[in-house]
């Protein structure tokens, strides 16, 4: 990739190469393309390699931008550079396995992590064997890794934000709503549904205003992916079936129509368990739109009383149900009628909701602008490229690494039984000999302990998998038991 408008201040950078979900509609893949747009924004000299499917499943009619960034550099392992990895630390091994060994080998590697309870998961914390920092945008997600990172460095990045094009009034034009005052919540059903919470959007809502009104607000849950959670989305849509002023809009909807959407809103509601940044609310403040959120988790490394509502809030554990989230893990749990009383104090407007509203639009417009937030992370690049790269070692799959090491070990069987020659006879043979008995046994000892790592490799992956299966069966469980309810 050439950079014909490199600033020269970024000209001593090493190669940067860049790889992740680019052209995914979930949030890491959102971040991977703000990033780039920034980078550009700020004339910092990348390429970029765009994931597919083998890694992570992009949503069929993704609103992500079908241009996305898909130019890679020629591979050059020899020749030390960063690599920068928008991807969570369980998807390194495979990525780094299935042909991305040029990203690790003589390379600086930096990747992309987010997360949103306090414990990471195994796959996960197995991720730093391949980094050499992890990068991401809130502090309340940096504390997390850092108390599993075995030192290796966190450092927390400004997150760059577009805001959404288009007007009020194409907006009015596209989605009417009865010229009713609208509050929106949005959220993508892959990124988990309990922890998302549309169902306390929907209560304090409810709670708010306890008749609907014909000229009343609107609450307007558009959700991402309800086809692959059918019994989530009919619960949900079902509980709230008699309340006409609870619109639920699972249509696809292209970019402009996503930004048109928040452009008519009126206001942005989030009452999440847990966010590791909460990129819809940061589209909302830069829209100048007041905003209403748990005042929880990654959010609040852009959300203050001053310039948002944050919502009180209660520790709980995630219990059963989460496919995602182990039930030991911990989050949030939003007070319902303070964020009603939050959702009638937006509604009913003023000097002091105007006042917050545009200094939550002043702040993100200022500190999250793609062009400073690439400037500080072109900073972040030259700091890195003053610091040693760390030995690592290129993962192979549990499978293939079992049976080289078998292999290796008939080999070396076969080395150790074969007939004496009478060449053996000799002192110098014998001091031959012994050199190559040692080699073997040092040989035999690295297959083993191969061996021993694929082994245990791979009874994780078994163990992951079964905890899988069993979450699956705590949700199926517990949606029976709240149809059984439903139905009394």
Known sequence: MS????????RNLPEIRMAGFLKAAHGLGETGRLIAHSLE???????TRTLQNEFMTSLSGSTADPAGPDTMAPASPRRSGISLLSMNGDYLAGFL?????PYLENQYVISIWFWETPDLPAATTEGFRYVDEVWTASPFVQQILERHSGGIPIRCFTHPVIPPRGTREAAMARFPLENRFVFLFTFNYQSEVMRKN???????????FPVPAADGPLCVIKSMASAQFPVDHALLRQQWAHRPDIIFMDDFLSHDDRDLLVHRSD???????????????????ACGKPCIATGYSGNLAFMTPENSWLIPWKTIPAGPGSLHFSPDQTWADPDIPAA???????????PDVSRRAAAGQALVLTHHDPKRCGQEIGGLFRQAASRPIRPKTVPSSGRSAVFQSLAQLREMESCLNAPPS?????LTSLRHLSKDLNRLSRARRRSLSQLLEA????????????DLVQRHLDRLNQQLCTLIQRLK
């Open 41 to 47: 924004a700020a004339q910092v000299p990348f390429s």
């Open 455 to 466: 082994a245990k490799s791979q009874q994780r992956q078994e163990a992951d998998a079964l």
């Open 267 to 285: 206001a942005c509601l989030s009452l999440h368990r847990a966010e590791g940044l909460g990129l819809s609310l940061l589209e909302a403040m």
């Open 422 to 426: 009478p060449a053996w006879q000799t």
């Open 97 to 101: 396995a299935g042909g991305g060994a």
């Open 340 to 350: 009603a009383a939050a959702i009638r104090e937006v509604a009913a407007g003023g």
């Open 3 to 10: 950079h014909p408008d490199i600033s020269p201040a970024w």
């Open 198 to 208: 549309p169902e306390g959007a929907c209560a304090a809502f409810a709670l708010a």
